[in-house]
Structures are given as structure tokens and as C-alpha cells.
């Protein structure tokens, strides 16, 4: 698919133009079109080849052109036209956090930089001092802006990674005879982010005797048939038993090739993480064996003899220990726990019974109260919390009370339809600056389920933000704090907050903790996860969608709670609907 591509060319055009200075209307007009294709789940060229371009909404003809040109030629004039003259390493910069178009066209024009290597040498030789609104504070924020890009340099949202991973996994199950293929890696932990996608399969035959390890039969037929597959880009290496490629998409895939009786060990070995791997072998090796990607062994080298390999269970069996779910195996515990019999019973998709952060047309989301709960209830789900912004998020549709009571009234409308389905009055309203919740206390007794967030200061000392965030979790209306730490994975920074202390919090005044599902934010943290387990917090899910199309999000977060170690109690949409609203009519306050 060309989504991504076509996306990109749109998403630089609109870069250059901001920078350029050029209308905001019409930038917006072209990052809207980079979102839509992002988001569209057809095949772009599919679209193009029926005459339907200007049928996706936000679409308009000169864009149509503009995707078609790009589909046919592989070039956009317009694109051209635009960067003409104009170094495109500039637009990198406006990947550093809290620096736009306006600023980089300054320091373009002003000190001419070209690229983050030009503007950190700036920073470093003292270059930016004296500019208009270049504060030392300023200066400083730079300075660790681009610290933090270098880090999250070359790393992947799991959310954008899972469904690549997914697409190959299974388009090389339809094309090869593979009695197992598995994606392995950072990826089957679940981890919020990761560096390349790494899949296993495995063909019919065994290995010969006396054959070398490294040989599989058919191996090489595989790799063929992955190197070939329509999303890829780049093929970096192609052997027998190995492939590595670039898809369009920008990510690395590397795919081997083991032979049944490894495929076990193997899984374990690249599902890692390294810190798991290490641990075991230790383990191997107190009980005088030897544990690698090929199998487990006892006995000296070439008297070695194979006692495991072929599944996991057999492999962790040799170590006396259960099998491990994938999301534990980071060396956090998860062996001493599994030789104490103390493991969690970990949290499953499946235990899921309803959505509980969901934004409708009332204020940023593009769908219905009743769309969004049709399709919640497609999903499985017995219930879902629409939690619209507050008035304060002027830019986001914040919901006046006026309209809040239209809102209310539909969503009681939508209940009178459904049977079987609870749909929750919720908000996601502002946590303001003095701590306050964006409503009135009247309005707020209206709501069965309240989300507090911050969306605004970001900039507040961790004493001050700390403080605010704590006042809003005394309030006997909030139900849960949402996305606490408000970063954007690999755009912006967490902000200063106590999280311990918040956690603590939280478990003195009977608040929840959002887990924000979405791929961008996955916040709360893995940890954080587990330090509310601990301290006694529950944890509410919630993918932020904006539309029914971002619900499979859950799955993200589901991997996170399990990295946390949640169980099903720890987690509020665990409840089925009438244990939830029993929960939810008991006041927060335990005082
Ligand atoms: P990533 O890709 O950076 O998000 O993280 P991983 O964990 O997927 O790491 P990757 O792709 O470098 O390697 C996949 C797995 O292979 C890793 O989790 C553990 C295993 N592995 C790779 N290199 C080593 C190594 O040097 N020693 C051990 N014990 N295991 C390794
Ligand atoms: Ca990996
Ligand atoms: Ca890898
Ligand atoms: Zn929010």
C-alpha cells in the first residue's frame, strides 16, 4: 500500500508552506489530507483506480490531483514547485518538541540553519543568545529537545508496528506451507515502542542428521517469498535461512527461518528480552545445561544431546519453571516470582467488557453518541463511556453546559434504543491550573464517570504540577486521572510530575489512574501500571478514540496492563456494567 508514502509527501508539503509562512487554512487543508490517508484503511490506489478520491471527505479535487499524480508519476509537482531551493533537512526540525514553523523560519532566515546538526552547533557555540525570544530557558528546552528526539531515534509506536507485523505474518502463512510463523521481539512483549520487527517461522521438515544447525530445508524458498512481499520497500539482506527488508511503512523486518525441532528455543531467544535470556541461561546452567536458539542441551559439545526445543513449554519445563507470558519476560521479577508460584494471573483482551474514554461529534470525535456505541457493541462490549472535553478545551469542541445537556439527553436516547448496552455519561474535563475541575459542581454531579486531565501548563514545576494533579484527585467527582504524565511517544516529553506521590494519592482517595491506550500515548507507563497494583489504585482503560475506527487501541493497553503486571481486578473495565455503576455511585472520597 502507498497510504504512508502519499501521507508523507502531504505532511512535508504542509511542513514547507507553514515554514514558508503561507496561510494557515491551507496548511491545515494538507495535513488533514496526510491524516485521512494515515487513516484510511483502503488501499489508496484501490480508491484511485475506482474514481473514488474525492469521495473521502476532506478530500477536495486538488488534492485528488495531487494523490494521483503521485500514484501515477511518483512525484507531485506541486511538491516540487515548493522545495524547490529549499533544504528539506530544515524540516526535521520541526520534529524537536516545543519548536514550529515560525521559530525554525527564523532561524533559517536569521542564522542560517539548515538541518538539528547546524541548529545544535548553534546552541553549542553560543549562536542563538541575543535573538528575539531565545531566552537562556529557551535555548535549554532546545537543547534537550534534541537530546530527547536522538533517544527515540529510530523507534517505533507498537501501534504502529503490531499491525505491520500482523499483515506479514499473515500474508506468509497464505503464500508458504508454515506450520508456525510468530512475530517474536519487543513486539510480542508488547513494549510501547520498538526497533525492528522480528518473525519466526518454521517449515514441515526436519533438519537431516549431521547436517549443520544453520541449514533448514526449504528455508531459502521462505525468505523468497517474504523479500517479495508487496509492502516491501528494500530487501537489506536475503539468505537461507534469514531476510531482512525495509517496508513502506519505514520499519525493519527481519525474518528466520528455524527448523522445527528449534522453533521453541528459538521463540524464547528472540522474544528475549536479553535481560530474560541471561537470566535463564543461568538458571540452564545450574542444572548443568546449556540453553540457546537452537534447543536445550546436556553434556559437553559434540556429546551434546538436544532434551527441549520444540515449543516453548518444553523449553521453560527443562528450567522447572511455568510458561512465561511474553509481556513479563524483561528480568523485572518474573522468574523469582514463577519459583515462588507468585505470578499474576495476568489481565486478557478477552477480559475486556467495555470502553471507558471515547470522544464524540459533540466535541473533537468524528462520529455520533449512537455510531460510537453501535460499534462499541460490535466490538463485544457491554458498555462505553462517552467522555467529551470540558469548556476550557476551546480548540478541542469543549462542551459548554448548554451543550452538555443536548449531549446528555442523546446519550439517554441511545440508551433507550440499546438493549443490553449501557452507554455511561462521562467527560474528560480539564485539570485547570489551580487544580479545579472545568466544572461547576452542579454540572459535575451529572456525570457517572469523570476523567480529569491536564491540558494546558505544561510548562509548571513538578512541585506545582504535583500539587494540582493531587487536588484533582481529591475530588470526590473525579473517577480517574487521565493520561498522567501527558507525553506523546517521540514528540513530546513527559511533564514534571511526583508519580509516587500522585499513586499515593490515589490510593488514600479511592481514584483511579487512566491507562491511555492510544498508540501515541500509552500512559500510564508499564510501571506505573504495576506501582498502582501495588499501592491498591485501579486502573481504568481508555483508547482516547475519536472514532469508532481507533477502538482496536485497547489491545495496545492490554499489552502495557500485562507489562504491568495487572489482573483482572486491578482493572475497571473488567467489571461487567452493574458492578461497574456500583463502583461508580460510591463516592471517590474514603474520608
Ligand atoms: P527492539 O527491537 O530494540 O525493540 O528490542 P528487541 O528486544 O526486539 O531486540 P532485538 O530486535 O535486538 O533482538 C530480538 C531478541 O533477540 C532480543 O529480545 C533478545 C534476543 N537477542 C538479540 N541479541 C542478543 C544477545 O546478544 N544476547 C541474548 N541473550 N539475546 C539476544
Ligand atoms: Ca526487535
Ligand atoms: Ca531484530
Ligand atoms: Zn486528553
Not at 111 to 129: F, N, P, T, Y
Request: with cysteine; aromatic share 4%.
Amino acid at each position: 500500500m502507498k497510504n504512508a508514502a502519499v501521507a508523507a509527501m502531504f505532511d512535508k508539503m504542509a511542513d514547507i508552506m507553514a515554514i514558508k509562512g503561507e496561510n494557515a487554512f491551507r496548511v491545515n487543508t494538507y495535513r488533514k489530507v496526510g491524516r485521512i490517508l494515515r487513516d484510511l484503511t483502503e488501499d489508496i490506489e484501490q480508491v484511485h483506480r475506482e474514481g473514488r478520491l474525492t469521495e473521502l471527505s476532506g478530500v477536495g479535487k486538488s488534492s485528488a490531483e495531487k494523490i494521483a499524480q503521485f500514484l501515477q508519476t511518483g512525484r507531485i509537482r506541486a511538491y516540487e514547485e515548493l522545495a524547490k531551493g529549499f533544504p528539506v533537512g530544515a524540516l526535521d526540525m520541526l520534529k524537536i518538541p516545543n519548536l514550529g514553523p515560525k521559530t525554525v523560519a527564523r532561524l533559517m532566515q536569521d542564522k542560517g540553519i539548515q538541518s538539528i546538526e547546524d541548529l545544535e552547533k548553534a546552541i553549542e557555540g553560543g549562536d542563538l543568545v541575543g535573538m528575539a525570544g531565545m531566552g537562556k530557558k529557551t535555548i535549554e528546552k532546545l537543547r534537550h529537545g534534541i537530546e530527547f528526539l536522538r533517544r527515540s531515534a529510530g523507534r517505533i509506536m507498537l501501534g504502529k508496528a503490531l499491525p505491520v507485523a500482523q499483515a506479514v505474518v499473515e500474508s506468509l502463512a497464505e503464500r508458504c506451507d508454515l506450520p508456525a510463523i510468530e512475530a517474536a521481539g519487543s513486539l510480542r512483549r508488547m513494549k510501547e515502542t520498538v526497533g525492528d520487527i522480528d518473525i519466526l517461522a518454521t517449515v514441515r521438515s526436519k533438519r537431516r542428521k549431521g547436517k549443520k544447525a544453520e541449514e533448514v530445508p526449504g528455508g531459502r524458498e521462505v525468505v523468497e517469498a517474504f523479500t517479495s512481499l508487496p509492502n516491501v520497500a528494500e530487501v537489506l539482506a536475503a539468505g537461507a535461512t534469514k531476510g531482512s527488508v525495509r517496508t513502506e511503512e519505514g520499519l525493519q523486518v527481519d525474518l528466520r527461518v528455524v527448523s522445527p525441532e528449534s522453533f521453541g528455543a528459538a521463540l524464547v531467544y528472540f522474544t528475549g528480552s536479553k535481560a530474560h535470556n541471561v537470566k535463564i541461561r543461568g538458571i540452564a546452567l545450574d542444572k548443568g545445561l546449556k540453553i540457546n536458539e537452537y534447543g536445550v542441551f546436556r553434556g559437553e559439545a559434540c556429546m551434546a544431546e538436544r532434551i527441549a526445543g520444540a515449543t516453548e513449554q518444553e523449553v521453560y519445563d527443562c528450567l522447572g519453571l511455568p510458561w512465561l507470558p511474553p509481556e513479563l519476560r524483561e528480568d523485572r521479577g518474573e522468574v523469582e516470582a514463577a519459583l515462588a508460584g507468585t505470578l499474576p494471573e495476568l489481565v486478557s483482551p478477552d477480559d475486556i467488557r467495555g470502553e471507558l474514554h471515547a470522544h464524540s461529534h459533540y466535541s473533537d470525535g468524528s462520529l455520533s453518541v449512537m455510531e460510537m456505541a453501535e460499534a462499541a457493541r460490535q466490538m463485544g462490549y457491554s458498555y462505553l463511556a462517552i467522555t467529551d472535553h470540558s469548556p476550557s478545551l476551546g480548540v478541542a469542541g469543549g462542551l459548554s453546559a448548554k451543550r452538555l445537556r443536548r449531549q446528555q439527553a442523546d446519550i439517554e436516547a441511545a440508551n433507550r434504543k440499546l438493549s443490553g448496552f449501557t452507554v455511561l455519561k462521562g467527560t474528560e474535563a480539564d485539570i485547570l491550573a489551580d487544580g479545579g475541575i472545568d466544572y461547576p459542581e452542579k454540572v459535575l454531579a451529572t456525570f457517572e464517570l469523570v476523567i480529569a486531565s491536564v491540558h494546558s501548563r505544561f510548562g509548571m514545576s513538578e512541585k506545582e504540577m504535583t500539587a494540582r494533579i493531587i487536588k484533582a484527585v481529591q475530588n470526590p467527582y473525579v473517577t480517574a486521572i487521565g493520561h498522567l504524565t501527558g507525553r506523546l511517544l517521540g514528540q513530546r516529553e513527559a511533564y514534571q510530575v511526583d508519580v509516587g506521590a500522585v499513586v499515593a494519592a490515589c490510593a488514600e482517595h479511592r481514584t483511579a489512574l487512566e491507562l491511555n491506550t492510544n498508540m501515541e500515548r500509552l500512559d500510564i507507563t508499564d510501571l506505573v501500571c504495576r506501582q498502582a497494583r501495588e499501592a491498591g489504585v485501579k486502573v481504568l482503560l481508555g483508547t482516547d478514540a475519536h472514532h469508532s475506527r481507533h477502538y482496536w487501541m485497547m489491545r495496545l493497553g492490554v499489552g502495557t496492563a500485562r507489562r504491568g503486571w495487572l489482573e483482572k481486578g486491578d482493572v475497571l473495565n473488567c467489571m461487567e456494567a452493574e458492578e461497574l455503576l456500583d463502583y461508580l455511585r460510591q463516592p471517590t472520597r474514603s474520608t
